[in-house]
């Protein structure tokens, strides 16, 4: 299977009020795909944010709601630590319910909060 995640990237189709996933692909540290048969669905990373790791995780909208979303967070959250990293941080925006429920659920922190974002951060 061949795959280009820059074709993914450039091809989403999720709301942009919420996510801006701009060149991500190319800072990108460590990344889990996300499949359904052969296609890529997916995608959760990490990339440098200032000192930090910051999280980043997309899922193609009709892909949602099947728990993914979870998975996913847990598995690169494991990833990171196998990596030596002690903390990741999320910048999430407000209006973001899906996410911001799953930083709670997940047991993220809220360590800043913006007028239409928040920063979570989560020791590994
Ligand atoms: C955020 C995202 C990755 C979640 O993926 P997902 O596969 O739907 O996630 P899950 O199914 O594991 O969990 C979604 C949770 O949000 C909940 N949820 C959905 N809509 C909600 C809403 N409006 N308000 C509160 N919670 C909501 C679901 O009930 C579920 O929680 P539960 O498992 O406790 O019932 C996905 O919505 C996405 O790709 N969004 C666009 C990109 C994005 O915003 N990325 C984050 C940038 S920081």
């Known amino acids: 299977m061949r ?3 820059r074709d993914f990237f450039e091809t ?3 709301c942009k009020e919420t996510f801006h996933p701009n060149e ?7 990344c889990i795909l996300i499949l359904d048969g052969m296609g890529l669905i997916g995608i959760v990373y990490y990339k440098p944010y200032k000192e930090k790791k910051e999280l980043g995780i ?4 009709e892909y ?3 728990g993914r979303g979870e998975k996913a967070i847990r598995g690169i959250s494991e990833l990171a630590k196998g990596n030596g990293i002690t903390e ?3 910048k999430v925006f407000t209006k973001n319910r899906p996410m911001i429920h799953l930083m709670d659920k ?3 922190e809220c360590y ?3 007028l239409d974002f928040k920063l979570f951060k989560k020791t590994l």
């Open 3 to 5: 795959i280009r995640i």
């Open 88 to 90: 990741l941080i999320a």
């Open 64 to 66: 949602w709601g099947q």
């Open 12 to 14: 989403l189709d999720v």
């Open 112 to 114: 800043e909060e913006k």
């Open 58 to 61: 997309v899922i193609r909208k």
């Open 106 to 108: 997940l047991g993220w």
């Open 24 to 30: 991500d692909w190319k800072e990108m540290e460590a």
